[in-house]
Each structure stands twice: as structure tokens, then as C-alpha cells.
């Protein structure tokens, strides 16, 4: 199914829900000072794509849904920079519908990257790893909770993957809110390809499966699921 896009030439599809609500980012008609197409983050349903709210800047894109149409990714403000984003197709959580900048974390910048049937969401502040929570949980409080203690503010970031328990993968890192899957509640090392180097973790699933982009030593790279049992046990 073509898609459409935002009135540009092309668009990415990056997140799908159980209801069917699809999200990305698209290339509008608009460009920017040095002629490129704008990319703006949609949200499409039943044959429909709308364009999600900024934050006052010119790019934004869309990364994840939940089945409540409840969207995550980013946007620019004013100044450029670039923040962490909720859209809301209708109030929820205290918030109005529409779009919100969760935070920076003290950092210039922020990216959410996935979002979970409750509404917790999870991101990197370029230092480290973020969760937004919408009311308390795991013995944290509401909104943006710190789980890395990353003392500076880098130009990197990398994919961060949620599932509907709180479980977090990140690098090749994994943190549990409760001991599950035989491991403690605390980050802990992702299962390696033997002794393969760099491992990006993508998502991580219900039943504690994990994704992950991974780099051998030929220098190649590949898409893996870690383990046929959970988390490599």
C-alpha cells in the first residue's frame, strides 16, 4: 500500500501499531535555506496521512505509535534544536491533544525513539538513556527519569528499544525494571556474537527477544536476533 506522502517526492514508514496506525517521517513541498525538501513526521490511518504539529522549527520526524495513536519521535524548536516529542490524537496522561516537548535532560538535545502500551517512553539525551513515565512506576517518578549516568552532553545517540514491561535495550545493554529473565533489575551486558565488536540493540519484545544491528570483525554488518531463548540464557 502506497502511503503518500506529505506533498514531497518521498517518505519512510518507521513505526506500526496493532490498530493499525502507521507513522515516519515525509518530505514536504516546502525546502529549506540550501533548497532541500523539508521532512515533516506524519501519521496515516485508514488510507489518511496527516501532518504531525512542530515545535516551532522545520524538521520533525515520527518514530513510534502505540495502538492509542500516541506518537514519539522528534521535532525542532525555534532555535533548532532538537527535542524529544509526544503527539497526542487526543488528551491523555493530563495532557491535551497535540504535541509536547518532553525535556532535554539538561542536554541541547533529545530523541524518543519508542513508546510502550502505557505510554512510557524511551529515548537517548546524548549522554545516555531517558524514561519518560506518564505516572510513577518502577520506584521513579513521573516524566523524565535519567538511567544513565552519562556526565556530558555528546553529538551521539543511538536507538533505544522498549517493550510493554519496561524493559529497556540500548548499545548492547538491557535494563529491567524487576528481575526477569533470570537477570537482576540493572543494566547488564547483551549476549555477544562470540567476539564480535559493536552491537546496536533495536527492540526488544514482550518475551525478552532482542534485535540488534550488529559489526564482526570483517567489517560488514548484519541484522541478528541475539538469542533463541531470551536474552541469550
Not at 32 to 46: K, T
Not at 81 to 102: I, M, Q, R, S
Not at 128 to 142: D, E, M
Not at 190 to 215: E, K, P
Request: glycine residues 14%.
Amino acid at each position: 500500500t502506497d502511503l503518500g506522502t506529505l506533498g514531497g517526492s518521498n517518505g519512510w514508514a518507521n513505526g506500526i501499531s496493532d490498530t493499525g496506525f502507521i507513522v515516519g517521517t515525509s518530505e514536504t513541498t516546502e525546502v529549506d535555506d540550501a533548497g532541500n525538501p523539508i521532512e515533516r513526521a506524519f501519521l496515516w490511518r485508514d488510507g489518511i496521512i496527516q501532518e504531525l504539529e512542530s515545535l516551532g522549527g522545520d524538521g520533525s520526524e515520527a518514530r513510534a505509535v502505540n495502538s492509542f495513536g500516541q506518537t514519539v519521535g522528534w521535532a525542532t524548536d525555534s532555535a533548532g534544536n532538537t527535542k524529544a516529542t509526544l503527539w497526542l490524537v487526543e488528551p491523555a496522561f493530563g495532557l491535551a491533544a497535540g504535541v509536547h516537548d518532553l525535556g532535554t535532560d539538561g542536554c541541547p538535545e533529545a530523541e524518543a525513539f519508542d513508546i510502550n502500551e502505557s505510554g512510557q517512553i524511551v529515548g537517548s539525551v546524548r549522554r545516555g538513556v531517558f524514561l519518560w513515565l506518564p505516572t510513577p512506576a518502577f520506584g521513579l517518578p513521573s516524566g523524565m527519569n535519567a538511567l544513565t549516568d552519562g556526565t556530558y552532553c555528546s553529538d551521539y545517540s543511538s536507538s533505544v528499544g522498549l517493550n510493554d514491561y519496561g524493559e529497556i535495550v540500548y548499545v548492547n545493554q538491557v535494563w529491567l525494571p524487576a528481575p526477569r529473565h533470570g537477570r537482576p533489575s540493572e543494566w547488564s551486558a547483551v549476549w555477544y556474537f562470540a567476539y564480535d565488536y559493536y552491537h546496536y540493540a533495536a527492540d526488544i519484545s514482550n518475551d525478552g527477544l532482542v534485535i540488534a544491528q550488529y559489526y564482526p570483525f570483517a567489517g560488514t554488518y548484519a541484522v541478528a536476533k541475539y538469542a533463541d531463548a531470551p536474552l541469550g540464557t
